[in-house]
């Protein structure tokens, strides 16, 4: 296991395809209890993977490390052939062009939804307040919400939430978005919405990352799935093959449990 | 009926003869700008330390800074208040003669410490997807923290700020070692002319009392009003 966790440190990255990619990403929040051990995974521009695995098999983990939000203990991550796990990178800049959407939403609570939109690209002066407010009355429009700009978050069911809370991720205009559980604390009712907007945004050919406990979205979304377990992507493929066809026995057992 | 007769005369030796009403008045006036500059300052002051021992403990960064916060808060929490506004008095600034100034000063330096606690437990209490947030949507650590955090941890603590408030109102009455004439001092000084300490002294603790249940009912409200919002 431990062997997996040595970084090939003078592997070039082709940045004009990949976006994001990992080599020997390791990350341990306990000595001596890794959560990821050695993790090597390239996603290209437009590509919609999705993890999937057991629980605390550290999938959240692997996209949380993606932009930076957990810092890995080892290995190396780049973004657009940059290495973002160097000293000296300017983290912020990275991570307003990864957008990232979360299992329980946090939007700002004491901003309404046109503000939890346009704070962050208008405080980091990529867009006008006049420009960021007409492009979140587009996007909210386009998701059905435009009438809850002036909502504060407290007066929304979960669904509207997070779908608000990918519509201010998608207001950044990001390279990439990360999904970490995007459904798993909404009422059964309110996760079809979510998804369904999910889709819409794979079909306009976002780049996406998505850890989900949902397989038929997995299935009919993902041009790639990743299973990690233990820290470690066991298997992975297309999932016409991963579904139909799983090679390792860990697999084959999750996939029993889950389909 | 002679206590009654007591208290005619008693009010009218204490408030009406001399017009010492007015003096009063600007006792308590004297008390009430002291309480208030004192809790804006402690506010800041604490805001300022609860940021700066947060992120230390976040990031590990600011470590000088988060070594001299230690070094006040001990140093505050470990002497007597009224030590601290002698020094504040007679050493620091004796130079001088705004003593209404000083007394701000030295009751918020103390009070700063003890907000500081109420803040860091506010910020404590702020879920840390917030900033997770923040920070995934390319904002800084200081944006995050002063434009996301703060405002939902001073929301936080709002009610615990009002109690700060109540106690200030009753500790600032000590501020008349330095001469000051708030409420307290003003009743001394009439007491030396009248030679009747009864009075005066029942008079404004109930003056005292009277202010902090007034703001004791709108501490309970705003507790009760937060509370719903949020729910």
Redesign the interface.
């Known amino acids: 296991m431990i062997d997996n966790a040595v970084t090939q440190t003078n592997e070039t990255v082709n940045a004009g395809d990949i976006i994001v990619s990992t080599r020997g990403l390791c990350k341990s929040f306990v000595k001596d209890k890794p959560v990821l051990q050695g993790i090597d995974c390239d996603i290209r521009r437009g590509e919609q993977v999705v993890v999937i695995g057991p629980s605390g098999g550290g999938k959240s983990t692997f996209l949380r490390c993606l932009n930076m939000l957990e810092t890995p203990s080892a290995g190396q991550i780049f973004f657009n052939g940059e290495e973002i796990t160097a000293k000296g990178v300017n983290l912020d800049q990275v991570r307003a062009r990864m957008g990232m959407v979360f299992q329980h939403f946090n939007l700002f609570p004491h901003f309404t939804v046109l503000k939890n939109i346009t704070f962050a690209p208008v405080q980091l002066k990529l867009q006008t307040p006049e420009e960021a407010e007409k492009k979140a009355m587009d996007l909210l429009r386009r998701v059905g919400l435009e009438e809850k700009a002036n909502a504060y978050p407290s007066q929304l069911s979960g669904g509207q939430k997070q779908r608000i809370a990918i519509v201010r991720a998608l207001a950044m205009d990001p390279e990439v978005m990360l999904f970490d559980e995007p459904t798993s604390a909404l009422d059964p009712e309110m996760v079809g919405e979510v998804l369904d907007l999910m889709k819409q945004l794979a079909e306009d050919g976002m780049t996406m990352v998505v850890v989900t406990h949902e397989m038929g979205f997995a299935r009919e979304v993902a041009d790639r799935i990743l299973f990690i377990d233990q820290g470690i992507i066991l298997e992975e493929g297309a999932p016409e093959t991963f579904f139909g066809n799983p090679q390792m026995a860990r697999t084959q057992e999750f996939l029993s449990k889950v389909l | 009926m002679a206590f009654w007769n007591y208290l005619c005369k008693a009010f009218e030796k204490t408030f009406i003869r001399e017009d010492r009403y007015l003096d009063f008045l600007t006792g308590l006036g004297n008390t009430l700008i002291i309480t208030l500059g004192a809790t804006i300052l402690g506010v800041l002051i604490g805001a300022l330390i609860a940021v700066i021992k947060t992120i230390h403990k976040q990031s590990g960064k600011l470590k000088v800074l988060n070594w001299i916060c230690e070094l006040y808060t001990t140093i505050i929490r470990g002497t007597p208040v009224v030590v601290q506004l002698l020094i504040m008095y007679f050493i620091v600034f004796a130079s001088s003669t705004n003593s209404v100034m000083v007394g701000i000063l030295a009751f918020g330096i103390n009070s700063g410490a003890y907000v500081a606690e109420l803040m860091r437990a506010g910020i404590n209490a702020v ?1 840390i ?2 900033t ?9 650590r200081g ?1 995050t923290m002063r ?2 955090v703060l ?2 941890a001073i ?1 936080n603590v709002l009610p615990a700020i009002g109690n700060e408030f109540i106690s200030l109102l009753k500790e600032t009455s000590v501020i008349g070692f330095l001469g000051v004439m708030d409420m307290t001092r003003v009743a001394q000084r009439v007491i030396s002319r009248t030679a009747d300490p009864y009075f005066p002294y029942i008079a404004i603790a109930l003056v005292y009392l009277g202010m902090v249940c007034i703001l004791n009912y709108f501490v309970k409200k705003l507790e009760k009003r937060l509370a719903k ?1 949020d729910r």
């Open positions: 879920d997807g917030q997770e947030a923040g920070r995934s949507l390319g904002l800084s944006v434009s996301i405002p939902q929301k919002s």
